[in-house]
């Protein structure tokens, strides 16, 4: 972690001329005042990681707060608190649940919870189905997107072609899907990918397949995420 220190420092010089006859133009003293600036911290977009909450032996709660202050939810434990009932979100069925919190990756069973959200100082702002929901926690981990989108290989879906540019009116790359990539740039709602060099033991790579791809991908529109991610297990 790069930490940045400001300081300041004032320095004040008194000058006494006793017993001197020497002759000096008399000025006006001028005040050197300075005014205080007030920063609002920058807002940013984040992906904030709730996994560590989901280990049974966890004892520290979050609590997702809603506008108003009041607790909406929170998680502690594995335990996810929601309409005064308590989940066991190791044991829910994956493929059916409905997560009220927007979530890019959603796997209780491998330990993986990851929001996207907006950032200010400690306040993390997430979506849910009934709007935005809020989190204050100074020991919360988040990542950069950049840094988060490169974490893991993706998959692609029908909703985020391979493109040859960087628009939605750029031809598509034929045979994208069934591939998993590696994110090589990011740059706003966009990536870039190409598939992933790394290969499971026992596999071919793709390159001893003879097989390339590579090219632009859309990875979000607005609050909707449209690749898959993949877990390294």
């Given at each position: 972690m790069t930490?940045?220190?400001s300081i300041v420092c004032s320095f004040f010089l008194f000058v006494s001329c006793q017993n001197k006859t020497e002759k000096s133009d008399s000025k006006p003293s001028v005040k050197n005042t300075k005014s205080t600036e007030v920063r609002k911290s920058k807002e940013s977009i984040v992906v904030i990681s709730l996994s560590e909450f989901l280990y049974e032996n966890k004892t520290d709660e979050i609590q997702i707060l809603n506008e108003d202050g009041t607790i909406h939810?929170?998680?502690?434990?594995?335990?996810?608190?929601?309409?005064?009932?308590d989940l066991n979100l190791m044991?829910?069925?994956?493929?059916?649940?409905?997560?009220?919190?927007h979530s890019i990756i959603f796997y209780p069973e491998y330990l993986a919870w990851y929001v996207l959200a907006k950032k200010r100082?400690?306040?993390?702002?997430?979506?849910?189905n009934n709007g935005d929901k809020f989190i204050e926690n100074s020991n919360i981990q988040y990542y950069?997107?950049?840094?988060?989108?490169?974490k893991f290989p993706i998959g692609l879906t029908t909703q985020s072609p391979l493109r040859k540019e960087r628009s939605e009116s750029s031809n598509e790359i034929?045979?994208?899907?069934?591939?998993?990539?590696?994110?090589?740039e990011v740059n706003d709602d966009w990536i870039k990918v190409k598939l992933n060099p790394d290969t499971p033991p026992g596999e071919k790579s793709y390159t001893e397949l003879g097989l390339t791809r590579e090219g632009w991908v859309r990875w979000k529109r607005e609050n909707e995420i449209l690749i898959k991610f993949f877990l390294a297990i």
């Open positions: 930490r940045f220190i939810s929170t998680l502690k434990g594995g335990k996810y608190s929601f309409n005064n009932s044991e829910i069925d994956e493929s059916t649940y409905e997560n009220p919190i100082d400690i306040k993390f702002t997430v979506k849910s950069s997107i950049n840094s988060f989108l490169k034929e045979d994208y899907l069934n591939y998993d990539y590696r994110i090589i």
